[in-house]
């Protein structure tokens, strides 16, 4: 499955950004789905990832309660909905993807990977 993610951009601390991960080759169904994110000089870290089934859903504990993810089967697609963005959210945001019946946190839980997508927050 190939991965596209787009709706980054630069905005303000406090404001929203929804990001958008499109699947192509094969649809979503049947793959667990995951956002992480890379700020400059940093490890990659996990950010939240949704079950293969479309029921579960995890979260890194500095965006619990701010970020939501979620799937629409019909677009094939898988949102990360970011809100009340802070400083250190600041980051390139990637999704990716497995066909492990286990939903990881982990990046080497996934095979699939598309290209970053820049978020910037200004303070």
């Known amino acids: 499955v190939q991965l596209q993610a787009y709706g980054g951009g630069l905005v303000q601390a406090g404001g929203s950004l929804r990001l958008s991960c499109a699947a192509s080759?094969?649809?979503?169904?049947?793959?667990?789905v995951a956002w992480f994110r890379q700020a400059p000089g940093t490890e990659r870290e996990f950010v939240a990832a949704i079950s293969w089934t479309g029921i579960l859903t995890y979260y890194a504990d500095s965006v619990k309660g701010r970020f939501t993810i979620s799937g629409d089967n019909a677009k094939n697609t898988v949102f990360l909905q970011m809100n009340s963005l802070k400083g250190e959210d600041t980051a390139d945001y990637y999704c990716?993807?497995?066909?492990?019946?286990?939903?990881?946190?982990?990046?080497?839980?996934?095979?699939?990977w598309g290209q970053g997508t820049e978020v910037t927050v200004s303070s």
């Open positions: 080759g094969r649809t979503f169904n049947g793959y667990n």
């Open positions: 990716a993807a497995d066909d492990s019946r286990t939903t990881s946190t982990r990046l080497t839980g996934y095979r699939y």
